[in-house]
């Protein structure tokens, strides 16, 4: 029974590889396969069910996280260096808490067993969190990241490295002050970001939401349509014009006339020079609201000047962002170059009113902040580093200490204790009397760069063998001068996470 | 009507700070407010009721990120010198993953909604989700350590610490190892985590499975209730041994005579002179059990003398430990002096069948680990903090870029995009114009060690003047060298995470 079990096993993952195939013949065997498994799923009790994870969830393994932490180490540091302070807040709120912010999306929302007490659900993103959590405390300014997970029960298509329980990485401004200072500080913050992660090759698109309802009551569109007509805009990224003027037209019931007058503005991006330009734009100009932007924008391009990240910003009409929250300036990273299929890493903006809608009296705390899009970050880096035939190192030992003979093994933990007393990172094979070939062995699989060889002779003589593991040199140390000599060694090593 | 329901609001808070209070009077005002209170809830919608987080669950602000990341910073880096990995685990798990491994607290499992998919619960613990990772990759060996949330639906007695969403903070070592070498390092690694915290008063209790198990043979405990007789030993930390005996012989029907031979055993504790001690007693010699435990016992006190730790570490007969499936050391550490009454700071043991419960053919992977207490070492690192006056630092900034006149923000842009640059941590006001006294007494207020203050003829001669907070010495410095004169002030400074 229990071999009958294991093929099944074996059979029902190749059914899961072979489902890109298309011939009649191979659907056959497919549903045939599926039969069985179901069978003998059922024949077997839970213990096989049990191997996996949530449908569109995953484990991390050491490698993977690895390059998260030590990615999310460069993020936090330079939050830090732009002094930001750090919160948390429950993975669940009260549902009543995510109600009514998401539009659409809040299908997706995962709720929790009533058990008898109050209704939750797991949180969405970290931005309403933040919102309740300054409405909650009355604090009117704070500058804060938060780096966590959240949760949306999407149809996960989990190739394109989308999931349903994934991390996100928040920086926000709140407080009332001055026209773009905090603004533009978001976006020398994704310049700094991911240049520091080696993703050199990015633009970051911006706007203005007030900009954007300027053109639309330029180019006719009732005022009740205007967030509606955003959301098709937001879609142009990934669609071509011709299909969301499809749409505008069509469901949104957008006049033609009206519809080609946006996809006229819609097309234009550029520099500083589109602000000029479009400042001569009689008919547009008659719009208060998009004089506000154009005035926005100006500023925001000043200020992307003096803070030198002007050469990655693109003044880009066309990018509307999907959450209604937006108020003002809203802004989107994406990579250019080799990584340009990626689609957007970061993206943020202005949302004045969100902090209001938790207030008794509506009392707003402007914000202004961003997201990273980490997980998209981390497949990129992950797909770099496996090009360039490197691979992460999961742990930080610097020092193997092996033995060479057996009944060494005390000796092993006397040189330990005084190599962690001593703070280096050491570790030992848990075997008495391991195999010296196999802690060598250990060594090289783990990058691990220093290993001490204790064997009975050097003992008798107080010395032990140190050995550099890439090289395989050794040579002799005195026992006594160790940890000097270890910490030597360390120090002038070029420690690397790859090898 | 919004007056009404801010007054209300003042009441109901009121309300809650007097529930302490006696007297009838009170009583009466009380349920007074509190309809009336209900009364306005009916009325004003959700809003007001959004103002809180989940039952058992609370938000973490700036003071307290601080010092919770800095804890973590300091356990991760000793985890780190012991070689261990790192992996993450989703959330939840399919209920059936969680069913079966907690006995009576399985009532307490968060359950997800059924919203048309799996069944799912909110995890409980890191080491049931660690086991379903190793059986589910086959993973036969590693050395991991996990912080993460975990969530139990306790009814949660909130002053003393105990929340419904806590943080664990776990190291195992799984695989087929020689015996007591992971178990000791575990107990080396709580002995180096609770130094570097400076918990200096702790005593790390150990005991073994086998040797329980042996001295109730040896008592006449029938084999069927040692699990259970074993739950009544682990209350003896907080019970009185007449309570305890109580409930043996009363609800766990064991005889009088039975439970007073175990009093004679648990009441026992040493070092060395005990397990000595022990093996002189040829009744408890009789059971396999018993050797079998003490020689293991034997062993971990060897290692721990390696280790240079057995001054810490305490045999223990009364520590018996709640869970079913540990199999063989068991340790738990609290602290003593000051903070003796804080409780079990630390715990773990071996436990070499949970893996096997996972797997379809049952194969085993021995393990042993330990969790830290981190919510209760937060407490007491948190009153201690407080005892001593101090503040925790929010944030890392080095240096606060400041204007004395107007109109100078744009030179504030300038030079911090230099220090940025420099990776000097620095941050502005995000006003244009604010008051010089505001700019420096945030200064003061957030710890941070030097400013900069641009004023108009600094600027024409083209220096800066530097202010070293505290003392409130300023000098002025050549703009040109402003970057390495601060990164000189900056190495020299003993930068504290408290003020």
Redesign the interface.
């Known amino acids: 029974m229990?071999q009958l079990?294991?093929t099944n096993?074996i059979l029902a993952t190749r059914y899961y590889t072979t489902v890109v195939a298309t011939t009649q013949i191979q659907k056959e065997v497919s549903k045939l396969l599926e039969l069985k498994t179901q069978l003998s799923d059922e024949n077997?009790g839970?213990?096989?069910?049990?191997?996996?994870?949530?449908?569109g969830?995953?484990?991390?393994?050491?490698e993977q996280?690895?390059l998260?932490?030590s990615v999310m180490d460069k993020i936090v540091s330079i939050f830090?260096?732009?002094?930001?302070?750090?919160?948390?807040?429950?993975?669940?709120?009260?549902k009543?808490?995510l109600t009514g912010k998401y539009g659409e999306d809040s299908k997706l929302i995962?709720?929790?067993?009533?058990?008898g007490?109050?209704i939750?659900a797991?949180r969405y993103d970290l931005t309403v969190p933040f919102a309740?959590?300054l409405?909650?405390?009355k604090i009117t300014n704070?500058?804060?990241y938060h780096i966590a997970?959240v949760?949306r029960?999407d149809n996960p298509a989990m190739t394109k490295g989308r999931y349903r329980?994934f991390c996100q990485c928040d920086f926000d401004?709140a407080?009332q002050?001055?026209p773009m200072?905090?603004d533009s500080?978001c976006l020398?913050i994704i310049y700094?970001t991911l240049k520091s992660l080696d993703l050199e090759s990015f633009n970051i698109k911006v706007n203005h939401r007030c900009l954007l309802d300027g053109i639309f009551a330029a180019c006719g569109v009732p005022q009740e349509k205007f967030r509606n007509i955003c959301s098709s805009v937001d879609k142009l990224d990934k669609t071509p014009w011709e299909e969301v003027r499809k749409e505008m037209t069509g469901e949104k019931e957008l006049k033609e006339s009206v519809a080609d007058r946006i996809g006229t503005y819609v097309s234009q991006n550029g520099g500083k020079n589109l602000i000029e330009e479009l400042r001569k734009n009689e008919e547009l100009m008659k719009q208060p609201s998009a004089v506000q932007g154009l005035d926005a924008m100006e500023l925001l391009w000043k200020?992307c000047e003096?803070?030198?990240i002007s050469d990655k910003v693109t003044f880009d009409l066309s990018l509307a962002r999907g959450l209604d929250y937006y108020t003002g300036v809203i802004f989107e990273a994406v990579l250019t170059g080799d990584n340009v299929g990626v689609g957007s890493i970061a993206g943020g903006g202005r949302y004045d009113n969100l902090v209001g809608?938790?207030?008794?009296?509506n009392r707003n705390v402007p914000c202004v902040g961003m997201s990273l899009g980490i997980e998209r970050i981390f497949s990129v880096l992950e797909m770099s580093i496996a090009n360039r035939g490197k691979k992460t190192r999961?742990?930080?030992?610097e020092v193997y200490v092996a033995t060479a003979q057996k009944n060494l093994?005390?000796e092993r933990?006397?040189i330990?204790?005084e190599l962690?007393e001593a703070?280096?990172?050491?570790?030992q094979s848990?075997?008495?009397n391991p195999k010296l070939l196999v802690q060598l062995q250990h060594c090289e699989d783990h990058g691990i760069p220093l290993a001490i060889i204790i064997g009975e002779g050097e003992l008798k003589r107080g010395e032990v063998t140190l050995r550099t593991v890439k090289s395989r040199e050794e040579t002799t140390v005195p026992r006594e001068n160790l940890v000097e000599e270890l910490k030597n060694r360390i120090s002038s090593l070029e420690l690397s996470a790859e090898y």
């Open positions: 229990l079990i294991f096993r077997v839970s213990k096989k069910h049990l191997l996996k994870t949530p449908k969830t995953r484990d991390y393994n050491p996280m690895a998260r932490l830090k260096k732009h002094g930001a302070e750090s919160i948390d807040t429950p993975i669940f709120e009260l009543d808490v995962y709720d929790l067993k009533d058990q007490g109050e939750l797991l309740r959590y409405a909650m405390n704070i500058k804060r997970k949760y029960r329980e401004i407080g002050y001055d200072l905090p500080e020398r700094e200020y003096l803070y030198q809608m938790f207030d008794v009296k999961t742990t930080e030992v093994h005390e933990i006397r330990l204790t962690w703070n280096i990172k050491a570790e848990y075997k008495k």
